[in-house]
């Protein structure tokens, strides 16, 4: 699978010079499948470009949305496919006991947040659970499970037969425990990440910085090390990076992460996800 990134920053776009290095567009994440199957990861603002990129090249998308919060869903309404009626987009996402996906994606792409209905979209426009036993997509086995974050989130876990992706942009496992000594079984998304060959994960606060956004469900450097760890990844990618994080706050974050990493003997590697990177995973 070739995995792209299009948005990396957390919460809200962080646009101008400072952040152009590392990126300024919201969570999005491209898998391409060895058959060619578009998978997307959250559709921030990075799904723009991504869109533009799409057009004429691809019939059949999917979209799996960790969440609802709007730096992970504002892009859509920019997504260039979902204005084509020869494409078919399927939007899989978590749905909670009183309103389906759509119910609640129809309260952004509605009027007054919207010039256009949810219903009014000229794509084929399909909305899926995706809490649900895993599924296949492309020849990739899609797994979801609820993760700890403010309000109903899942992480998502992408196999082949060689190579596995584990997704957890808004992740906060280190809440009121020590992940360094507590039992796996009890590491919220432990299972999703466990050996994975690439795990994207929110890294959004310095450690002085989580102390008073303790509870606001992200990780500070540490806890995102510490997880990656102890998930025995082979490759860690820092994502969910802060508005307030310029690209040089965020090279020495990365370097502070590969210290820690170096200095606890684990095995591959960990280092920042930046806009525009694309990786190659066997399989």
């Known amino acids: 699978m070739r995995v792209t990134f299009w948005g990396v920053r957390g919460s809200i776009p962080a646009p101008g010079a400072a952040a152009a290095g590392v990126g300024g567009n919201t969570s999005c994440v491209q898998i391409t499948t060895a058959d060619e199957t578009e998978v997307i990861l959250d559709a921030g603002t990075g799904i723009r470009e991504l869109g533009a990129a799409l057009v ?3 019939r059949v998308v999917h979209i799996l949305l960790t969440h609802l919060h709007l730096d992970h869903i504002q892009g859509l309404m920019f997504f260039a496919p ?3 009626p020869s494409v078919e987009v399927t939007i899989w996402g978590p749905t909670s006991g009183q309103h389906a996906l759509r119910e609640n994606l129809a309260r952004y792409i509605s009027n007054p947040l919207s010039p256009i209905e949810i219903r009014e979209l000229p794509a084929h426009v399909s909305f899926e659970d995706a809490s649900r036993p895993p599924w296949e997509l492309g020849g990739l086995e899609v797994r979801a499970a609820l993760v700890a974050h403010r309000g109903l ?4 876990r992408l196999s082949s037969e060689r190579a596995s992706l584990c997704y957890l ?3 906060e496992p280190g809440l009121g425990v020590d992940l ?4 796996p079984a009890w590491i919220s998304g432990y299972a999703l990440a466990r050996n994975a060959s690439l795990l994207i994960h929110d890294c959004q606060y310095e450690d002085d910085e989580y102390r008073a956004r303790r509870g606001w469900g992200h990780s500070s450097l540490s806890d995102a090390v510490s997880f990656a760890r102890r998930s025995e990844c082979r490759r860690a990618m820092l994502f969910h990076h802060d508005p307030a994080h310029d690209d040089r706050r965020l090279e020495a974050i990365g370097a502070r992460a ?3 990493w170096d200095a606890a003997g684990a095995t591959g ?3 920042l996800a930046r806009e525009g990177q694309a990786i190659e995973l066997a399989g």
Do not use: W
Request: glycine share 8%.
């Open 56 to 58: 004429g090249r691809c």
């Open 82 to 84: 979902l204005f084509d």
């Open 153 to 156: 989130t899942l992480g998502y």
């Open 169 to 171: 942009p808004d992740h």
């Open 180 to 183: 360094d000594t507590l039992d």
């Open 258 to 260: 590969a210290a820690l």
């Open 269 to 271: 590697s960990i280092e």
